[in-house]
């Protein structure tokens, strides 16, 4: 099987991770700009965690056959610093440009307070300018409300909802989205968020148009083969393969293209040769340099 996870924060993973996903059959991933583990206190971290996901994370994704795209973004743990928020803010457009870059995100809610909304609104609108698509964190906490403020915002915004993907889903915020264009993401964890029985039962009730699955694999106890150990619940619950393919492959490919800078094609064709380098940087200590014909 082909599998293709479309929120997870490899920063904060090993080369093992890398070597273990594309064994499993991840051909592709997408990062989305977050929080680094603690507040961030001036514009210039933000610049080079930034250049991090368009520069070095890609390169070290393909010397181990994973294509690597990311999202760019204010978090919303970060939006309450409101000057340093401002200095981001006028940031981002540059990266928005990029062509690692498929969506604006994660943006959306963690505490729900008005500075949350105000930078989940100006972020809104910067998508709609440069004509990406979104990704929208629904909160851990008070995830109802988040989830209804944050649809309530992007209707406001005026944003084509199927350019919205709306994540960490669970069974009482799924309905919700249900009634708009959205897509519908969720994260699948070793102990929290949903777990694989969960969303199998979210597949069986509710189908497979608009789905996807994701790990959120970040510095935190998680699993960045939940997509697919998520695939093989599926199976085993009757899914056809087809099924499998549509949400765990096919699903977020389709909405990361509406960027124009990711395709079925471009995905699925890696070839790996560890002689190249990045700024003359290389992922190899010593070992023989894997090269694929």
Known sequence: ??????HIHMMSRTTDDYENMAAAGILG???????????????GSFIDYFDGLIGWERFRASQFGVHHYCTIGLNPKEANDVA???????????????????????????????????FFAEQLELAKEHELPVMIHTSHRDKLRSTERSLALVKECGIDESLVIMDHLNEQTLPLVLETGCWRAHSIYPDTK??????????????TEKMMVNSAADWGRSDPLKVP??????????FSEDDIDLVLFRNPIEFYAQS????????????????????ENSVLRGQTPRVEG
């Open 260 to 279: 124009g800078r990711i395709s079925m094609d471009e995905v699925t064709a890696m070839k790996v040769d560890q002689r190249t380098v990045w700024e």
């Open 194 to 207: 949903m777990s694989e029985a969960r969303m199998v039962a979210l597949l069986q009730q509710y189908g």
């Open 1 to 6: 099987m082909r599998y293709f996870d479309p």
């Open 84 to 118: 340093l928020a401002e200095a981001v803010m006028k940031i981002m457009p540059r990266y928005l440009e990029k062509d690692a870059v498929v969506a604006v995100g994660e943006i959306g809610f963690d505490d729900i307070t008005d500075n949350e909304e105000r």
């Open 229 to 238: 150990k998520t695939g093989e619940a599926m199976r085993v619950a009757g």
């Open 29 to 43: 991933v997408v990062e989305p700009a977050f929080w680094t583990g603690q507040p961030r206190t001036q514009a």
